[in-house]
């Protein structure tokens, strides 16, 4: 297995138990998710570039939240049409997007 160059992490509100319920599952967390894997996968960046749905990060009025390592940039009231600026501008650009950044 090869690491990735960068991790997207997607708050999708999972709970251990599996269920997923919260705010960042109500505001469309998991279609955030499945619109990073479809732009990486448009893009060719499968082997470079993962993305993981994770449970809260606790912050839930900035949700849906989306975190990228490994610089550690974090961002709030992300949306499905953010997703493909996120992509351009800080992943395949290397500049964050400063307006979603918390």
Avoid at 10 to 16: A, D, G, L, Q, W
Wanted: hydrophobic fraction near 30%; aromatic fraction near 6%; include cysteine.
């Amino acid at each position: 297995m090869n690491k990735p160059e960068k991790h997207i992490f997607v708050c999708t509100s999972s709970r251990p138990t599996g269920q997923q319920k919260g705010m960042c599952h109500t505001k469309e967390g998991v279609d955030i998710m499945m619109k990073f894997l479809e732009e990486i996968e448009d893009r060719d960046l499968g082997g470079s570039v993962f993305v993981s749905n994770t449970g809260c990060f606790g912050i839930c009025e900035k949700g849906p939240v989306v975190v990228v390592y490994p610089e550690n940039i974090w961002y709030g009231q992300v949306t499905a049409d953010d997703v493909e600026e996120i992509m351009e501008s800080h992943i395949e650009g290397g500049s964050p997007v400063t307006r979603l950044e918390i």
